[in-house]
């Protein structure tokens, strides 16, 4: 410890008095001493509080006090010996004072520091406890020899501030001067006695060096003001003069005792008699800046930037929110370097707006540096979302200007065709490659997502509404649109309006024949049957993307197996067009399977409402539908949260199509089969298998691929679909099977002789469309099968939307007094060997009263 006393107040602490010694002693008393009290002790940044716990019962509630003190910035906390075993593993050892009675008992503590409440007979008997540090208590006035002789041993004396006085000419009766402790651990080799002294500010930035004496040192305790001791002219008192005045805040001595350090706050022009705020210069960096405007709050000529700053809450918030955005957005050294210097200077000019110093800023600093129990220390979901959207505008922005930038290093004179690989003469890496999807990297979207996620949980329709406005920049009055819906939300075409109406009927045809209607019963053994019947999931949710194209088709694909299979409720969740309206169509076919309504929200948000539920949209019990990464991600998401209790179709990833084409196909439709799905998105996958195709063939084939391309209005997506994709050549018909279902594509289209003898070959894909007059097309739209199908490789595990989707089976058995003969002695056999005896008693009681226990042998 720096000075070798530490006053210790018994009551109520005077402030600017304990503040002159640095550390003090106060009291702690469970349930009245509060952790919001502390702050009112320090009157710096340095200064440090030590608390005496002296009750022997402690509590849990006691602990979470002092745990509270001590994230206030308490440095220790003085305990007995059975309370701080307690506690020691909660806090920092170097952070406790095991309090004893005797230097019997501190012998017993090992490794910790210890404060002796019974003075021991002389400062040597401390000696073997100097280690890890040792306080001694006294409770007298002592003599100045004792004085010395504790000031010099290792201990740090704890003495009862009602026994200390500032008054050092005149002290009262039974007061010690406080000088005569301080002065008692120090020591100069100066011939004149002087010691050296360093004036720090409350930053412990140095302005200047002086010296004093025990005269200047008491003067200065007393006046609680920079008080020194001039060499030549005798006892100096700082600004007496020039009015450039210190307060003293504190008073330390060196490792050694030959110096001293005084704390201040200087007023004034500055420490030096040259008018600069230090002998070696103007303070540098963020002080001078506190300095200048310090200044500037008490004389900024009205018109001035900082004036207007000062006047203006608004213009200073929104510099500092402005200043922290391109701070965020800075990358290089420099840049970072600029705009932290930016921000500063705005946060600077709140803070002498409002009085606070860097001594303030740095005492809170240090505080939380001394915190015993760490908040996790994330940040708000609102501020998360505004960061992860603020990433992804910025990414957005970044892959847009790639994109341009790529175009423009894009011949459009150049073919567009898949690129070729030939299984013969590849590696079986390279072969490997071209069955290989992107990388999505989960991790990264997730983190987007989640706070959106958490954002509606909490929130509701507020969170949807702002979601909405910022993402796809609509401001609605409401999120949901609901049932009945007006005419003029669903104003199509007649065309349209019968082309609907005709999927609407194929597509439910063939997802009634998948119903299963009545019970299966089966007869496990005499006297048992087994029963399984479907029923229902009453709430479901149908999500219909927007994005690069508009899918009205989807909602026909979700809502009639939802229809079909019974659902009780249909929701839908499409997002608006820039209108604020929704797809007509989208609207129409809600409008025909009776939809509860439509939730006006897409994405992650959308995906939230629908598993949460809001002041105005029901919580869905299953969530269905395909979409993008972050409609996938907050699918998984809800879905591993017991808190939604909310089921989902299958996980999703960019659309796909694999072509298994012969010689024999007609290379017109192998070519617009291709291209169907590589307009969907740059991300989709297209790939061929190219069965014992002679080059002639392939030549065509890139041809048509090319021609045909040119003249789609989405060729720029195609163009960049099709960089990426792949013409595989195989030899057999068996090799191009192995790797169709090693791909599990969510379309697998066959165009080779005899196509649908090779179905049976088929063991994963999402839907197979086979022969020549079969596109992919038919079954997105009107064949019936529906087209939301697992993708990323989901086919080998995954069924694509059925009525069973919408379904949930439910088991049950019958066992008659023969069933229980029949299985009863083998299920309380295997009852006993999973020791579950509860289990074997509840059939053992039963075949009791039916005389069947013991069985006979």
């Not at 002294?197 to 409350?202: D, E, K, R, S, Y």
């Not at 298998?689 to 789609?712: C, H, T």
Request: hydrophobic residues 40%; glycine residues 6%; neutral net charge.
């Amino acid at each position: 410890m720096p000075l070798p006393i530490l006053p210790y107040f018994s009551k109520e602490p005077v402030c600017k008095k304990i503040s002159l010694v640095g550390q003090v002693l106060i009291p702690f008393v469970a349930g009245k001493t509060k952790s919001e009290d502390i702050t009112k002790y320090s009157t710096t940044a340095f200064f440090e509080v030590n608390l005496d716990y002296t009750s022997a019962e402690i509590d849990e509630d006691t602990i979470e006090q002092l745990l509270a003190l001590y994230n206030k910035g308490v440095s220790k906390v003085f305990a007995p010996v059975r309370v701080a075993e307690e506690i020691k593993s909660r806090i920092p050892n170097a952070r406790l004072v095991y309090k004893v009675s005797t230097t019997a008992e501190a012998a017993g503590v090992k490794n910790a520091a210890v404060a002796i409440t019974e003075t021991p007979s002389s400062p040597e008997a401390v000696q073997p406890f100097a280690r890890a540090g040792v306080y001694v208590f006294v409770s007298r006035k002592l003599d100045s020899g004792s004085i010395s002789g504790w000031a010099k041993s290792a201990a740090t004396i704890v003495i009862d501030s009602s026994l200390i006085t500032t008054e050092y000419e005149h002290p009262a009766a039974g007061k010690t001067p406080l000088i005569e402790y301080i002065v008692a651990g120090l020591r100069t080799d100066r011939p004149d006695g002087l010691y050296t002294t360093v004036a720090v500010n409350a930053e412990h930035q140095a302005l200047g060096v002086a010296y004093s004496s025990k005269q200047s040192i008491a003067e200065a305790f007393r006046r609680k003001a920079g008080v020194y001791q001039s060499r030549t002219r005798g006892l100096w008192v700082k600004g007496l003069t020039s009015g450039n005045t210190q307060e003293l805040y504190r008073v330390d001595s060196d490792c050694d005792g030959d110096a001293i350090q005084f704390v201040v706050e200087q007023k004034g022009a500055g420490f030096c008699h040259k008018d600069t705020s230090t002998c070696f210069g103007q303070l540098p960096g963020l002080s001078n800046l506190e300095t200048v405007l310090r200044e500037r709050v008490a004389n900024a000529p009205e018109g001035s930037y900082t004036k207007r700053l000062l006047n203006n809450r608004k213009m200073l918030d929104s510099k500092i929110r402005e200043e922290a955005d391109e701070l965020i957005d800075a990358n290089t050294k420099s840049e970072i370097a600029w705009e932290a210097a930016d921000l500063f200077y705005f946060a600077m000019v709140k803070c002498a707006k409002n009085g606070v110093s860097l001594a303030d800023i740095e005492k809170n600093l240090e505080a939380k540096s001394l915190r015993v129990t760490r908040r996790q220390g994330n940040a708000k979901p609102k501020y998360v979302a505004e960061t992860e959207e603020h990433d992804r505008e910025k990414q957005q922005k970044a892959e847009k200007e790639a994109e341009k930038k790529a175009e423009l290093e894009i011949d459009p004179e150049a073919p567009i065709v898949l690129k070729r690989v030939d299984a013969d003469t590849a590696s079986a890496e390279e072969v490997a490659a071209c069955l290989k999807r992107p990388i999505h990297t989960s991790k990264d979207i997730m983190s987007l997502v989640t706070p959106i996620v958490e954002r509606v949980k909490s929130e509701g329709d507020k969170a949807l509404l702002d979601l909405t406005q910022k993402f796809d920049h609509v401001s609605l009055k409401t999120p949901m649109m609901s049932a009945p819906f007006a005419e003029s939300s669903m104003q199509i075409t007649d065309d349209v309006r019968r082309a609907i109406d005709i999927a609407f009927e194929n597509v439910r045809k063939f997802h009634e024949a998948q119903l299963r209607k009545g019970v299966m019963k089966v007869e496990t053994c005499p006297g048992v049957v087994c029963s399984r019947f479907a029923r229902p999931i009453e709430r479901v949710g149908c999500y219909v993307p927007g994005g690069t194209a508009v899918l009205p088709s989807t909602s026909l694909m979700l809502s009639v197996p939802a229809l079909v299979a019974g659902c009780k409720d249909i929701i839908f969740a499409s997002p608006p067009g820039k209108d604020g309206k929704l797809t007509p169509e989208v609207v129409y076919v809600a409008h025909k399977v009776g939809a509860k309504g439509i939730v006006m929200a897409g994405g992650a948000q959308a995906v939230a409402a629908m598993a949460y539920g809001t002041q105005t949209i029901p919580k869905c019990d299953k969530i269905m539908g395909p979409g993008n990464q972050f409609v996938t991600a907050a699918k998984m998401l809800v879905s591993n949260d017991s808190a939604a209790m909310c089921a989902i179709d299958m996980p999703a990833g960019p659309s796909e199509v694999l072509v298994v084409a012969d010689q024999f196909a007609d290379t017109d439709f192998v070519a617009s089969d291709l291209l169907s799905q590589a307009e969907h998105g740059v991300d989709s996958q297209v790939l061929c298998i190219a069965v014992n195709m002679p080059k002639s063939k392939l030549d065509e084939l890139d041809r048509a691929v090319d021609s045909q391309a040119r003249r789609l209005p989405r060729v720029a997506i195609v163009r960049k679909c099709i960089a990426h994709s792949t013409t595989l050549q195989v030899k057999t018909y068996a090799e191009a099977f192995e790797m169709a279902n090693r791909y599990a594509p969510e379309h697998l289209i066959l165009q080779i002789k005899d196509a649908e003898k090779w179905v049976d070959s088929v063991n994963n894909a999402g839907s197979v469309f086979v022969g020549a007059y079969s596109p992919e097309s038919c079954g997105d739209y009107a064949s019936g099968t529906n087209h939301t199908l697992p993708t990323y490789g989901y086919a080998r595990m995954y069924s694509g939307v059925n009525t069973a989707t919408f379904q949930k089976f439910i088991t049950s058995q019958v066992v008659t007094p023969e069933g229980l003969k029949s299985i009863g002695k083998a299920t309380m056999d295997l009852a006993a060997v999973e020791g579950l005896d509860a289990h074997r008693n509840a059939v053992k009681i039963r075949m009791e009263k039916l005389g069947l226990y013991p069985p006979s042998n």
